[in-house]
């Protein structure tokens, strides 16, 4: 039986839903929404969909919609995967799962209550490179992971759109880009307990609008608000000891980079921007290259790895593996780090 799928929301990273549940003989696609009743209309064309609405509450209300990916601006993520929940749809929910901690504390008890399931759309942890990380990892090949080091950097990448309005998106690259790489960092490091917070944000470049002579991703939405982070950065000090030391920007004077890094007692890993495992052997060191289709960040596989264990979950075949629980800690992170910029020093995380 198939899972009867809809997506709120098509702008940019929604039509990665689409073509990967269309590609997948598990979903069957029935409808699409969107403020945008135009937009809404045109996706559904073009990838065969039945319905298209501007009215979230008819894909709620609807019983013939067995799950939802929610792909709507950040603010509104929360929102709309707890009004999912509890009309008894299972939700795949983009990055970041919401804006603040009471809204994630509110998703967590509405797991609990419904049933149903939440899958958080991390799709770094879907990669190739990232799966096989973590196959070693858990066979124990790194021994225990007590430092990892994760960057991505853009020198002028500022969507624009509402990417840039602190009001809808939360923040700035910190919770754009940073979200990816906190999480597949600290997922691949047995998902510790985060304990404490020093952070810094700096914002003397703004979007860089002026650049020219060169091709950058751009949001869907026009608008040119621009009162978030250029540059984020911070340590993240977990219960085990370990730490994290997080870089992400929209724009600084750097080269584009990405960069994650984990260092365990007997190996570590450089996942991104190629797989690379360090470890020794015999007194000498050693570095191994699997062989696998793709080194680096493999986007399109990893959406169509994740949309397949999102369906998976639709049909109680695994549970979920980034649940609203791992969006909480991701929330107390990064509300710790924006508190710990604007106050000039460490942040405890409170429970």
Request: charged share 20%; hydrophobic share 40%; glycine share 8%.
């Amino acid at each position: 039986m198939t899972t009867r799928i809809a997506v709120i929301g098509v702008g940019s990273i929604a039509t990665q839903h689409l073509i990967s549940y269309q590609k997948n003989p598990q979903a069957e696609l029935v409808a699409v929404c969107d403020i945008d009743q135009t937009r809404a209309k045109a996706q559904a064309d073009k990838f065969g969909v039945p319905k298209a609405t501007d009215v979230v509450d008819e894909i709620l209300s609807d019983p013939g919609i067995d799950a939802v990916s929610i792909c709507v601006p950040n603010f509104l993520h929360a929102k709309f995967a707890e009004a999912a929940l509890r009309a008894g749809k299972d939700v795949l929910v983009e990055k970041p799962m919401s804006v603040n901690v009471a809204e994630a504390e509110a998703l967590v008890q509405a797991t609990k209550e419904t049933g149903q399931a939440l899958q958080i759309g991390y799709v770094r942890r879907f990669a190739p490179n990232a799966l096989v990380t973590k196959r070693f990892l858990d066979e124990g090949e790194f021994g225990d992971i007590y430092a990892a080091r994760a960057t991505i950097i853009r020198a002028a990448g500022n969507p624009g759109g509402w990417f840039g309005d602190v009001a809808v998106s939360g923040g700035g690259p910190l919770i754009d880009l940073g979200v990816h790489i906190i999480d597949l960092c600290w997922y691949l490091m047995g998902m510790p307990a985060p304990v404490s917070v020093s952070g810094a944000t700096f914002s003397p470049l703004g979007a860089r609008d002026n650049i020219k002579h060169l091709t950058r991703y751009r949001a869907a939405s026009e608008t040119r608000v621009n009162n978030v982070e250029d540059y984020a950065t911070a340590q993240i000090r977990f219960e085990n000891g370990a730490v994290l030391d997080v870089d992400t920007s929209y724009s600084l004077h750097a080269r584009n980079s990405t960069s994650v890094k984990i260092h365990g007692d007997k190996g570590g890993a450089e996942i991104e921007p190629e797989l690379l495992m360090i470890t020794e052997r015999h007194d000498t060191l050693v570095h191994i290259q699997p062989q696998i289709d793709s080194l680096g960040f493999d986007f399109t596989v990893g959406f169509a790895n994740q949309i397949d264990h999102f369906l998976q979950i639709c049909r109680r075949e695994i549970p979920a593996d980034a649940t609203a629980e791992h969006g909480l800690e991701m929330a107390r992170m990064l509300t710790a780090i924006y508190e710990s910029a604007r106050n000039g020093s460490e942040v405890t995380i409170a429970r």
